[in-house]
């Protein structure tokens, strides 16, 4: 059964930096796109940023310039750099991929930004 587990949220204050991990298990992720979205309560799920199996990365505007994507085709693991930090990005996060037409997600990993 493919699995995905999130890892690496907190609690912060403005300004700081956490690490979020995505491992997956039963699936390579480096063949695959792997994109990492928030929810806050109350609100829809929305994207954050993407990395494509060649390697091509995206951000959403809000996070563009604080946030970094990148792979760990070793460790079958893709991760999320995220750097100052602010209120906004309270969020549960969520990595997803996708493959044979078919969406895997995670669990889920609480990022608490407090100022």
């Known amino acids: 059964q493919v699995q995905l587990v999130e890892s690496g949220g907190g609690s912060v204050q403005v300004g700081e930096s956490l690490r979020l991990s995505c491992t997956a298990s039963?699936?390579?992720?480096?063949?695959?796109?792997v994109s990492w979205y928030r929810q806050s309560p109350g609100k829809q799920r929305e994207y954050v940023a993407v990395?494509?199996?060649?390697?091509?990365?995206n951000y959403a505007d809000s996070v563009k310039g604080r946030f970094t994507i990148w792979r760990d085709n070793e460790k079958n693991t893709v991760y999320l750099q995220m750097n100052n930090l602010k209120p906004e990005d309270t969020a549960t996060y969520y990595c997803?991929?996708?493959?044979?037409?078919?969406?895997?997600w995670g669990q889920g990993t609480q990022v608490t930004v407090s100022s």
């Open positions: 039963r699936i390579v992720l480096s063949t695959n796109a």
């Open positions: 997803k991929t996708t493959s044979r037409n078919r969406e895997y």
């Open positions: 990395v494509v199996s060649g390697g091509v990365r």
